[in-house]
């Protein structure tokens, strides 16, 4: 019999709390042990949907810990807390998993890995399009020297605004006056679409480009009047010679995990010897190569089970013994995390930085 993995939930400030819940309920060798908020009103759902009974739902994560003795917390906290949240739960001996984005700035995301190393736990950091078919096979076909050296990443994604949905991606309409109380639009609390997703965009470039880093940064960005954070945001990343661009909207004119907007949320390759177009949600992948410059649709990998969200991909990996990788390991999204903060440096200075904090 394998170990069944006690997992707590511990802030739901991202609506993302719900998702990762659900893929607790759902893994045969996982059970949610408790859930805990401040707000007990933010975790009604969560109870109501996974019928966790009163000795499950706290609001102070310490007794809920004590109580608990998880296996894995999953955190769902505003950007700007997430070196709080992983400092306070840490000594707790349990493995961190922290939705993205990775953290407020590369400095409290060097707390949160050194609070995690004192405890010789893993900390993973679920960045959601990992999970995306197209995505890793996008990766794949990379690796494989498809389309030779990747020279250009183009990215653009984002949805409606985050509180047009709710967990388990159901739709809302919010109010003028929810916006200014949420989070979400706080420039203090690490919101904007900027914070939201671009961490994506430069995480997962860093994973197709093998952990590359670019020499500098430059970026723009704008948003509706009255709000503190911006809703669009451009961000330019040389590497060298060549050029890459990350573009984050809230505003699309859909979401597109029911109708992709255009542009398409997703990315676009560039290789020396080919292209590919991954777009969100979507079944295939488009290649372009030398030898078929009229360019082909190649079925997405299916995901295999141990591998097909950020829950099942933890369990398997700290089961066999294998390392975190890719954009959840601490190492890339560290590097996103950099790219992010040069992005916001450039923002304020509107100058073009380096990311080790100069102007370039």
């Known amino acids: 019999m394998k170990k069944k993995w006690r997992i707590v939930g511990i802030e739901f400030s991202h609506m993302h709390m719900g998702d990762l819940l659900r893929c607790v309920e759902n893994h045969p060798n996982a059970e949610i042990a408790g859930i805990c908020d401040p707000d007990p009103s933010r975790m009604q759902e969560a109870r109501e949907n996974f019928g966790l009974s009163d000795d499950q739902v706290f609001t102070d994560h310490q007794a809920c810990l004590e109580a608990t003795r998880p296996d894995l917390a999953i955190l769902c906290p505003p950007t700007a807390e997430h070196a709080d949240w992983v400092e306070r739960v840490a000594p707790y001996g349990a493995h961190v998993f922290v939705e993205k984005p990775f953290a407020g700035s590369v400095a409290e995301a060097d707390r949160m890995i050194a609070a995690m190393a004192k405890t010789g736990k893993q900390l993973i950091i679920n960045w959601p399009l990992r999970w995306v078919a197209s995505h890793v096979t996008a990766h794949r076909l990379i690796q494989e020297g498809v389309i030779g050296e990747l020279i250009e990443t183009h990215y653009y994604d984002g949805n409606r605004g985050p509180l047009y949905h709710g967990a388990d991606k159901i739709e809302k309409e919010p109010t003028a006056e929810e916006k200014q109380a949420a989070w979400w639009y706080s420039k203090q609390a690490g919101g904007g679409s900027l914070r939201d997703y671009l961490g994506y965009g430069v995480t997962l470039g860093t994973w197709f480009n093998g952990g590359r880093r670019p020499d500098e940064i ?23 010679e060549h050029l890459s661009k990350f573009e984050t909207r809230w505003g699309t004119f859909s979401d597109p995990w029911i109708h992709q907007p255009q542009p398409k949320c997703g990315f676009v390759l560039r290789g020396t010897e080919g292209t590919i177009s991954s777009y969100d949600y979507e079944p295939t992948v488009r290649v372009q190569t030398r030898e078929r410059p009229e360019g082909y649709e190649m079925p997405a990998d299916e995901l295999p089970a141990d591998a097909a969200d950020g829950i099942a991909y933890t369990i398997s990996r700290i089961e066999s013994g294998q390392p975190i990788d890719g954009p959840l390991s601490p190492e890339v999204a560290r590097i996103g995390q950099e790219m992010v903060d040069a992005a916001i440096r450039s923002l304020e200075s509107g100058r073009t930085v380096s990311l080790e904090g100069g102007v370039a």
């Open 218 to 240: 430059t970026a723009l960005a704008s948003g509706t009047a009255g709000l503190e954070v911006d809703e669009h945001s451009i961000t330019i990343a040389r590497y060298g």
